[in-house]
């Protein structure tokens, strides 16, 4: 079954300091990957996404993510933490077969130290 | 542009109420989606439309009726209200099938069912 797994619930990161949050997922094919963002009483705005083609993905706020197919993973990073980036980070995997998907992680919400 | 509108932000509900969370988008897209947040949980598809008049269930979808009259509103229906229905509503929508594409979200309804 497809599943989107988000080990960590919480991270805290002192501002300026590099930040990784991970994302794996089990799907059979090659899945359409998305990380969404949310900050506090607001709804979810698109960082990055990734279909195909180049596996290290760019995104807005200064965002990345890289696609390791090995490993299953899709990890959010950015080498120096602003703290506006307070919010919580949400990995979604899409999937059309008959059906539509579209599966939410459980989300990792980020602290950052002033 | 507007994006996706949600009507009310917060609501309180009696057990065996009901009412009707609205939404509209003004970006012209065929596909529209509920979901539900739940705190540990991230986000549930209640239910989703790819286009006026069509209309599918998600993974959560009991207690909840939806229809789609026209491309711009998608409302969420609650017939008979639960404890259990408490949660954070969100509206969204997306230009391509939703499972490969962004989806934009309203700002939410927060709902609690005493």
């Known amino acids: 079954a497809q599943s989107v797994t988000q080990p960590d619930i919480h991270i805290t990161v002192s501002e300026g300091a590099s930040l990784e949050l991970r994302c794996n997922y089990s799907?059979?094919?090659?899945?359409?990957l998305f990380w969404y963002v949310q900050s506090p009483g607001q709804g979810l705005q698109l960082l990055l996404k990734?279909?195909?083609?180049?596996?290290l993905v760019q995104g807005i706020k200064g965002f990345e993510a890289e696609f390791k197919r090995s490993q299953s993973s899709f990890n959010l990073r950015k080498p120096s933490v602003h703290w506006s980036d307070a919010a919580e980070y949400f990995c979604?995997?899409?999937?059309?077969?008959?059906?539509?998907?579209?599966?939410f992680g459980t989300g990792t919400r980020l602290k950052v130290l002033a | 542009n507007a994006g996706v509108t949600q009507t009310p932000k917060f609501q309180v509900l009696k057990t065996g109420q009901s009412m009707t969370l609205q939404c509209a988008q003004d970006?012209?897209?065929?596909?529209m989606s509920w979901y539900r947040q739940d705190p540990g949980m991230g986000l549930r598809l209640i239910h989703y439309?790819?286009?006026?008049?069509?209309?599918d269930q998600g993974e959560v979808p009991n207690g909840y009726n939806v229809s789609r009259s026209t491309t711009e509103d998608f409302p969420l229906r609650l017939l008979s209200a639960a404890p259990s229905q408490t949660s954070v509503y969100f509206c969204?929508?997306?230009?391509?099938?939703?499972?490969?594409?962004?989806?934009?979200f309203g700002p939410g309804t927060r709902l609690t069912v005493l």
């Open positions: 969204a929508s997306s230009s391509d099938r939703a499972s490969t594409d962004t989806q934009y």
């Open positions: 799907y059979g094919a090659t899945p359409y």
């Open positions: 990734y279909f195909s083609g180049d596996t």
């Open positions: 979604a995997v899409g999937s059309y077969s008959g059906t539509y998907k579209y599966i």
């Open positions: 970006m012209n897209h065929e596909y």
């Open positions: 439309s790819v286009g006026a008049g069509i209309t």
